[in-house]
């Protein structure tokens, strides 16, 4: 029995030491220093974990957070505090649902990152979940207010759910219409009339419609493979065109979301008749592969491509090329052109989307006044200017605009314009519910399963079980 | 008399409960911590999604009580009628590959490959993809049916009947994931059939080859009589596991294009896991239970399963 009851109290103590030793360690005390009065005060480590999503590229989302902390640092040591940030990163680039699930999973069991990265359009989700601080304070009346005074109004108002702000804005984007260059030119185009295209699509004078009308000339030419590429699932891209043919997704007065049946019909209109009638698109574009897009083309086999800015720096990133692996500038310059998304009518509005990535902090976090001072100071232009120009994105700050770098990175000095033509999705918690029956819509008219007509209503129908919030317009 | 006989009867009955109460106590340390396990991992979880079916439960993971919201909503889904007969195409099919394609295989390697170790080869290969992680699985599958020309199925399509290439995903999804799942089900029925084979006396085969039978009658007559419990069993066991299983078809097509391949258990994770929707999932959930508590007690009756399971007649 003696024996039996020590083999037990020895494998108690070896758990116990076992556990104790997985356990996740925060903070740690570190020799001291000398504070003012000549008094040694303990150093104390702070560990702040940091998750953001995005392409490889995107990974300064994390990385700059992590630099921003050695001066945050010597900020803290300055003004005789003696917690020093250390960040831990994970940059998470496939599965951006996944992403957000283990997170809330991992709240409701009290952990989670620190700070996060997310799609201004989970603000909303996020802040009425309770997932997430309120930052107006920080913001507004904090010692590091002036890190983040100077960035765009626009952009704030992406971070807000009811008048609130929940998100300091870490970059932006447009979602150009890109071309292939080298194939208008297999099609008789000029230099000149190629670099005047986004001037005529600005000007309304070229439409959706002589969009289409050049990719089936492609196609049938022998110039393209395929005329139009778009992303193969759900996301941001088809609200665009919802903009474009002039539809209202959201009534900021009643903070409720709106079907209104014309534009979207028109929408589903527009993706029948590239997949259905005119062919310029694969008719199972919405169940490819996305590096079998991207790959397509970077070789030159699509004419337009509805890309976005950041998909400029995963290119010269990421081996898509079989032949040339990651393309350098110079070839994108001289073999892809880039403009907004044509309006549908002559004399139109083009348009464009951003989809601002917001810095959010767990309300979980036992160090919101760090976790807000970190992204405050990587927050300012040597930071926010660096992330832009390796990942295609946009600044979010006039001060990062004037910054000499950036102004002289064609690509983003190019496209600065479209944040004139911009649009954003609705901030709105059950705003994912209908771009996933909508993808789906769109799906079923690509394929020829349902006419426009036939999926608008099943789509009405399925919003109409889905959505508590949505207001219904002929 | 009569109440001689009654007090008789009730101290009998007494008698009775005690013993069993007795016999009940000497096995509870033997079955005691299988009985805890099923309390906690089957029971504790389906009332669990029982009363979370009667919650709004969205993204702020809160319950909010809202009573029999879930399943009117259920009642109205236009999804529901598309994916009833999706679960039901998937399940039959599927179940006759496990099974149908399992005896086959089992009747293959175990009875008409002689050299046992030729024929343990064999089922090993065939056990490989359920060795194999289940994304690596679907991956696989995704590359041997990738739409270009360079799939390795459009390639075989294109040499062998010149054929052009095809998007086999999107055109069939529903034989797509029948096939896949079909292809590691029958490795299961295969192993367990091979084993009931190899335990039919050999005296039966040699009377058969005696009396001049030919494979067939044995297979007929001999083979199939002695499988009857073991083809029930996968029967039953598969039948459960498919109507709750959707891991390849997650992998595979996501219930896509467009609810094609959305069956029961996937609508439910779908709703649940990418709407946000947990109560409404979890009613989604509770139906399921229900639908397989029936199926699994019509299949025990159809099998006569009390008949295997009563105690023997004889007393030794």
């Known amino acids: ?474 | 008399m009569q109440e001689q006989g009654l007090v008789v009867d009730k101290k009998k009955a007494k008698k009775n409960i005690t013993e069993n109460y007795r016999s009940f106590l000497t096995a509870l340390p033997f079955i005691g911590p299988f009985l805890l396990l099923i309390i906690l991992f089957y029971f504790t979880p389906v009332i669990l999604t029982l009363i979370m079916s009667l919650t709004g439960m969205d993204f702020t993971l809160e319950w909010k009580f809202s009573g029999l919201e879930n399943y009117i909503k259920l009642f109205h889904d236009q999804n529901v009628e598309l994916v009833i007969i999706n679960t039901i195409k998937y399940v039959v099919f599927t179940l006759v590959i496990n099974v149908g394609f399992g005896f086959l295989l089992a009747i293959a390697t175990g009875y008409f490959i002689k050299d046992e170790n030729v024929g343990l080869l064999f089922q090993t290969i065939w056990m490989l993809p359920r060795m194999t992680p289940a994304v690596i699985y679907a991956l696989l599958w995704l590359w041997f049916l990738d739409p270009t020309e360079v799939g390795m199925l459009n390639i075989l399509s294109g040499k062998l009947f010149v054929l052009p290439p095809q998007n086999w995903i999107l055109n069939h999804p529903m034989g797509v994931v029948i096939i896949a799942n079909g292809m590691i089900g029958a490795s299961l029925g295969m192993v367990v059939f091979s084993a009931a084979i190899k335990s039919i006396p050999i005296d039966y085969f040699q009377a058969a080859s005696v009396d001049g039978a030919s494979d067939w009658d044995i297979i007929r007559h001999v083979i199939i009589p002695f499988l009857k419990w073991p083809i029930m069993f996968m029967t039953i066991w598969q039948t459960l596991s498919l109507i709750t299983s959707y891991e390849y078809i997650l992998l595979l097509t996501d219930g896509g294009p467009l609810n094609k391949s959305e069956v029961w258990s996937l609508f439910s994770y779908h709703k649940a896991f990418s709407n946000y929707e947990f109560g409404y999932g979890a009613a989604i959930s509770v139906v399921l239970v229900i639908i397989a508590i029936i199926i699994a007690l019509i299949m025990l009756k159809l099998f006569g399963y009390e008949a295997m399971m009563n105690r023997g007649k004889i007393k030794v």
């Open chain 1, 1 to 474: 029995m003696k024996k039996i009851i020590g083999i037990f109290l020895t494998v108690v103590l070896s758990m116990s030491l076992i556990l104790t030793g997985c356990g996740k360690v925060q903070e740690t005390k570190d020799a001291g220093q000398k504070s003012d009065s000549g008094k040694t005060t303990a150093i104390e480590n702070i560990v702040i974990e940091v998750e953001s999503y995005g392409s490889p590229a995107d990974s300064t989302r994390s990385t700059n957070l992590q630099e921003a902390a050695q001066e945050l640092n010597k900020i803290l040591e300055e003004k005789g505090d003696n917690r020093r940030v250390e960040v831990k990163t994970n940059h998470v680039s496939s599965g951006y649902d996944e992403y957000n699930r283990k997170f809330m999973l991992a709240h409701k069991s009290g952990g989670g990152a620190d700070i996060r990265a997310i799609s201004h359009s989970d603000i909303a989700m996020m802040a009425q979940g309770g997932y997430i601080l309120q930052l107006d304070d920080y913001v507004n009346n904090s010692e590091w207010s002036k890190y983040v005074q100077d960035i765009y109004p626009n952009l704030w108002d992406a971070s807000k759910w009811m008048a609130r702000i929940y998100g300091i804005p870490q970059d932006t984007e447009a979602r150009p219409l890109y071309f292939r260059k080298d194939i208008l030119k297999k099609l008789g185009w000029s230099d000149e009339q190629i670099s005047a295209l986004p001037e005529k699509i600005k000007n309304g004078e070229f439409t959706l419609e002589d969009m289409t009308r050049l990719a089936r000339e492609a196609v049938k030419k022998g110039a393209a493979k395929i005329g139009i590429y778009h992303r193969p699932n759900n996301g941001a891209d088809f609200i665009t065109l919802v903009y474009d043919f002039g539809g209202r997704l959201f009534d900021e007065n009643t903070g409720k979301l709106i079907f209104e049946r014309k534009p979207i019909k028109d929408t589903l209109n527009y993706f029948y008749q590239i997949a259905q009638v005119d062919k310029v698109i694969p008719s199972g574009m919405t169940s490819m592969e996305w590096r079998q897009i991207h790959k397509g083309w970077v070789e030159g086999e699509v004419l337009f491509w509805y890309g976005g800015t950041w998909h400029w720096g995963e290119y010269q990133k990421v081996e898509y090329h079989s032949k040339l692996g990651k393309l350098s500038e110079n070839y994108m310059f001289q073999n892809m052109g880039y403009a907004l998304v044509p309006a549908p009518s002559k004399g139109g509005k083009p348009v464009t989307l951003s989809q601002p990535y917001m810095y959010v902090i767990n309300r979980n976090t036992k160090y919101p006044d760090l976790a807000f001072a970190l992204i405050a100071v990587a927050s300012q232009p040597k930071y926010n200017v660096k992330h832009a120009v390796e990942s295609g994105h946009l600044v979010i700050s006039s001060a990062a605009a004037e910054d000499t770098a950036y102004k002289q990175n064609r690509f983003l000095h190019d496209v600065q314009y479209m944040l004139n033509y911009t649009t954003v999705q609705p901030n709105h918690p059950e705003f994912g519910k209908f771009t996933s029956a909508f993808f789906k819509a769109i799906q079923a008219v690509e394929m020829g399963e349902y006419d426009p007509e036939q999926a608008v209503n099943w789509l009405e129908e399925q919003l109409k079980n889905d959505v508590k919030d949505m207001v219904f317009v002929d």
